[in-house]
Nanobody, 116 residues
């Protein structure tokens, strides 16, 4: 099994920044993609940003220009740098990794709350 632990969430004022981390451990074969999703109350979970093993990235329109996804392969850790946060960014943020052998694994999420 693969375990994911997210951290870095919290309460921040609009315009502020947060950096989320997602550390993977366990039976990792080869991580081929990592992504951050979020789910606000009453809404479906949505993709925020993703990074493939080759380094290519993909962002939701709402995240472009404000969020940056990155990774540290040596630490099996992925990050989401979030700047210029807005109240509508308030959600539980989840990390997902896709392992070549293990498939998809999800973290338990970290709460991000942006006050106006």
């Amino acid at each position: 099994q693969v375990q994911l632990v997210e951290s870095g969430g919290g309460l921040v004022q609009a315009g502020g920044s947060l950096r989320l981390s997602c550390a993977a451990s366990g039976s990792i074969f080869k991580i081929i993609a990592t992504a951050w999703y979020r789910q606000a109350p009453g809404k479906q979970r949505e993709l925020v940003a993703a990074i493939a093993s080759g380094g290519s990235t993909n962002y939701a329109d709402s995240a472009k220009g404000r969020f940056t996804i990155s990774r540290d392969n040596a630490k099996n850790t992925v990050y989401l740098e979030m700047n210029s946060l807005r109240p509508e960014d308030t959600a539980v943020y989840y990390c997902k990794i896709t392992d070549l052998s293990r498939g998809d694994s999800w973290g338990r999420g970290t709460q991000v709350t942006v006050s106006s």
